[in-house]
């Protein structure tokens, strides 16, 4: 199969936004069929249902790719295993263990039912994985929603989505989400995807959460200015590739999906014939989830219909027999039908409580909804729930994911609990505290160690964890702890005109011969086109060596000229 998207992005998290009709989830749906062509490990969650014709080829008359379909969809037939909101934990351990590609769907579920299964699955999957596994969630908002919540339990789910997003990569995770309503997914979900695929939204605040992701990944206001006024005439299937990191943008049409197209709607008044489903082999999955089977059976309210049904069938066909059979036969006909007619009170009994338990639930949620309208009036936003600091001890955590391995020759710290600082966190805290009276700004601290703002941040939030440092106001301080922890022959990052001759050691080529041009003018600024005839590169060029050394803070731009960072001096 033809690679419609490039390795690179395939191997970050990656965010697919567009209003209905734009084409993301048969962006999604091509993703998907790429990855499980060669082979990968995927898991789909799927709010709508509507992703089972992964099962299907185009034509809905041949099989498609061998994958598990649990869970409840558009077309019923679909469904390979029935599971309930109590499986989580089962469905998340079956998705770890193996290569099982599977998708998982909830059309139908109340939020509050969805939210329990979500919960136990995605702390099951986090907690457990071990190998690369491809994540896919459709419609995302659902999952990490932003502002009001109809649920209490909606926070653990922010929670364990956005815990995914930020530390999932390290354990094998990559999460592909897709929304329609960009302005409702959380912002902290958002900014955990390195590439953006940005298709067709109209509304001014969908439009403002894609502005949002280019302030955070990129300076490049060309490129921001040509997505934003773009997105809202773009064509179905149209969109922007952009991801920084992988240094790849691009305008392209995808083309359309090699499988069923389930998410179209099916001709009025008519029952599509669908046959040929790709089959798995799901006697040892059965064997597995034998549990959650037998669970889901005895609270579906079809299940129990169609049981009723047959034993009114029997008890019709027992009584008939009554008048063709001897006395002594029809008192013992007469028994067995008045025992099916008790078992027939009884399963009405179940179908009563069923509907009691539901009417609970609608009353609980009611409630529920009470109480978040309380906590509304309190607060401004109910968008993080503080959760209590767990304390994990170092030998039952090297039990299941192994003792940290240090390169050779790597210099390391010790801290408080014994766990060694990477290279990148030893270097931020020699930055902070070279300046450990006055304070280091965070801009500072990128020209210092050279590190763009996503592992920074991640340097930071590691070093402040082990109380190694801390901000005070806007700016960054050691505390005595990570005074302590600095080697013995700590020597400071260079200033001034040394810091500039660290600078032209270590850049290359364009990036280099900017550098220079704005070091040997300072403090005279220049225009990006007049900075581009000094050196020789073209406008594309020029723009992508400004917004590297912008990325390095190494210069500071407006909208018409450039100027290199005071701090260099």
């Known amino acids: 199969m033809k ?28 993703f998907i069929e790429q990855l499980l062509a060669e082979n990968k490990r995927v898991c789909i969650i799927d709010p709508k249902g509507d992703h089972y014709g992964i099962k299907l080829d185009a034509t809905g008359k041949h099989a498609g790719y061998p994958i598990m379909a649990l869970g409840d969809f558009k077309d019923e037939r679909a469904t390979d295993i029935k599971i309930s909101r109590e499986s989580g934990k089962e469905i998340g351990q079956l998705i770890v263990e193996g290569n099982r590609p599977a998708v998982i769907g ?4 109340m939020p509050s039912a969805r939210n329990q299964f979500w ?13 690369t596994l ?18 209490p339990k909606i926070g653990y789910c922010i929670y364990w989505t956005n815990l995914i997003g930020a530390e999932g990569r390290g354990i094998g995770l990559r999460l592909t989400i897709a929304s329609q309503r960009p302005q409702k997914v959380h912002n902290d979900l958002l900014t955990c995807c390195e590439t953006l695929v940005a298709m067709r939204v109209t509304h001014p605040a969908d439009r403002g959460a894609v502005a949002d992701w280019l302030k955070e990944y990129s300076n490049d206001n060309e490129r921001g200015k040509l997505v934003l006024t773009s997105l809202s005439s773009m064509k179905r299937g149209e969109a922007f590739v952009w991801s920084p990191e ?11 999906f090699k499988t069923y197209d389930s998410f ?8 599509l014939q669908l046959k040929g489903w790709a089959t798995v082999d799901m006697k040892e999955v059965r064997a597995k989830l034998a549990k959650v089977i037998e669970k889901a059976e005895e609270t579906d309210p079809k299940a129990l219909k169609k049981k009723i049904i047959a034993l009114q ?68 936003t109910l968008e993080v729930i503080q ?32 766990s060694p600082l990477s290279r990148g966190e030893i270097k931020v805290l020699v930055a902070i505290a070279q300046n450990k009276d006055e304070g280091t700004g965070q801009q500072e601290l990128s020209i210092l160690t050279g590190y763009k703002n996503t592992s920074r941040y991640e340097y930071i939030r590691r070093l402040t964890a082990k109380g190694l440092c801390e901000m005070r106001g806007n700016l960054l301080f050691p505390t005595d702890a990570g005074i302590d922890q600095l080697p013995n022959d700590f020597e400071p990052i260079p200033t001034g005109a040394d810091l500039r001759q660290y600078w032209e050691q270590r850049l290359k080529g364009g990036e280099l011969k900017l550098f220079k041009v704005l070091v040997n003018i300072y403090p005279e600024a220049i225009s990006s086109q007049e900075l581009g005839e000094r050196t020789g590169y073209k406008n594309t060029s020029t723009y992508e060596y400004i917004r590297r050394l912008n990325a390095r803070k190494l210069l500071i731009q407006d909208s018409r000229e450039i100027i290199a960072n005071p701090k260099l001096f």
């Not at 419609?4 to 734009?22: D, Y």
């Not at 909830?106 to 579920?109: L, M, V």
């Open 246 to 256: 992988a240094e790849i943008f691009e305008q392209k049409q995808f083309p359309l």
């Open 264 to 271: 179209a709607p099916p001709p009025e008044g008519k029952k």
């Open 134 to 151: 491809y994540l896919m969630i459709d419609e995302a908002h659902n999952f990490a929603p932003k502002g009001k919540v109809l649920d």
């Open 313 to 380: 069938a029997d008890l019709r066909k027992k009584s008939h027999l009554e008048a063709t059979t001897d006395s002594g036969q029809i008192i013992e006909l007469k028994k067995t039908a008045e025992n099916l007619r008790i078992e027939n009170k009884e399963l009405h009994k179940i179908a009563a409580n069923i509907k009691s338990q539901a009417d609970k639930e609608i009353k609980s949620f009611r409630n529920a909804m009470i109480e978040i309208e309380k906590i509304v009036n309190r607060f401004t």
């Open 3 to 30: 690679r419609i998207i490039q390795p690179e992005i395939m191997e970050q998290h990656t965010a697919i936004l567009g209003k209905t009709g734009a084409g993301k989830s048969s962006v999604m749906r091509l």
């Open 119 to 131: 919960i136990d699955f995605a702390s099951t999957v986090y907690n457990n994985n071990k190998a």
């Open 387 to 418: 959760l209590p600091e767990m304390k994990i001890d170092k030998k039952e955590w090297e039990k299941y994911s192994g003792p940290a391995k240090i390169r050779e020759g790597t210099p390391t710290l010790k801290t408080t609990d014994d």
């Open 106 to 109: 909830f059309r139908g579920w």
